[in-house]
């Protein structure tokens, strides 16, 4: 069992500079801590996203961790010219030493490529363009490509990625019928799903990754992604999450709302609701490997990433919680 961290660096009440300094500062710890990776979420035109551009906080986080492993959760590759993306990629790579981590995805919240000017209509087929040339790319020094909405007549890929292959691959699965083409790709899989319905997704990954002739010790992670505060006691850590609670989820629903579009999935107004649904924990680091214990048993989970920066969690609540969960929560169950 490993565990990484997650983050929208959504919007926490500080000015840009010093939010992201405080990230910045946390990734560190994190990385002297022992996470095993920190991932952030791309978004445009909302404050549950002020890390638009994923790959230049990426590049900061390159020059200021040792051993922390990261990447997106993930790039939202409609917005992207693939060759452009692959080349970022190998940059990061080359930058970080073989600790970027790539994820890909064709990007949830429709809006947001409505405001780039893009038809939502035809992200599946961009998304499907963007991904597979993207990849073609990482491990091929020519590129010739011609689909419906990328042409890439040749372009030579000086730069190469660090990691051979390529970056390891992450993926954001809610569908079981995705599980053949993650498991082919070798992905690692993150599921935000309740764990019962999450497990029947993991399995689907694990019986493809059997037909294929994997051996089941070469299996990627298979994860859930949860929110998670924790503090000496369960009193302390709810009354953090409790209050930093609402201004993420005002900013997850701020652009459904902005275009008067409903929001497309049921999300709890108050952390406790929240938390009732399985959906996160805010306890103290008993509280929390109980819930994560439960969680992985349901789910058939080998990896957790951690939602434990969000809304208006203060520097100093969120350093406690990265500490505590790293010195009395993941050693207990790491095996």
Known sequence: ???????????SGLPPSAHYEMRLALIEAMDELGFYSYHIAEHHGT????????N??????????????????????????????????????????????????????????????????????????????VLLALTNERVSYSGKHF???????????????????????????????AAAQSANAISLQPAAMARRTLDRYRDEWQRLGRAAAELPFLGLARHIVVAETDAEAKAVARAAFPRWRKSFSALWEERGVP????????????????????GSPASVRAYLTEQAGLAGASFFLCQMVFGE??????????????????PQLAN
């Open 313 to 330: 969690i203060r520097h100093e609540e969120a350093l406690r919680s990265l500490t505590l969960f790293a010195r009395e929560v993941a």
């Open 1 to 11: 069992m490993k565990f990484g961290v997650m983050d929208h660096v959504d919007a």
């Open 56 to 133: 230049i906080l990426l590049s900061a986080i390159a020059q200021r961790t040792v051993r922390l492993k990261f990447g997106p959760m993930v790039y939202v590759a409609p917005l992207y010219h693939p060759m452009r993306l692959a080349e970022e990629i190998c940059m990061l790579d080359q930058l970080s030493r073989g600790r970027l981590q790539l994820g890909i995805g064709r990007g949830a919240v429709w809006p947001e490529q409505e405001i780039y000017g893009l038809d939502p209509t035809t992200s599946a087929e961009r998304y499907t363009e963007a991904r597979d040339l």
């Open 47 to 54: 404050t549950l996203g002020l890390a638009p551009s994923p």
């Open 151 to 181: 042409r890439v007549p040749d372009f030579h890929m000086v730069l190469r990625p660090f990691q051979k292959p390529r970056p390891p691959l992450w993926y954001g699965i809610g569908n079981p019928e995705s599980a053949p083409w």
């Open 263 to 282: 929001l497309p999935l049921k999300l709890p107004l108050q952390w406790d609701e929240f938390e009732a649904a399985g959906q996160g924990i805010a």
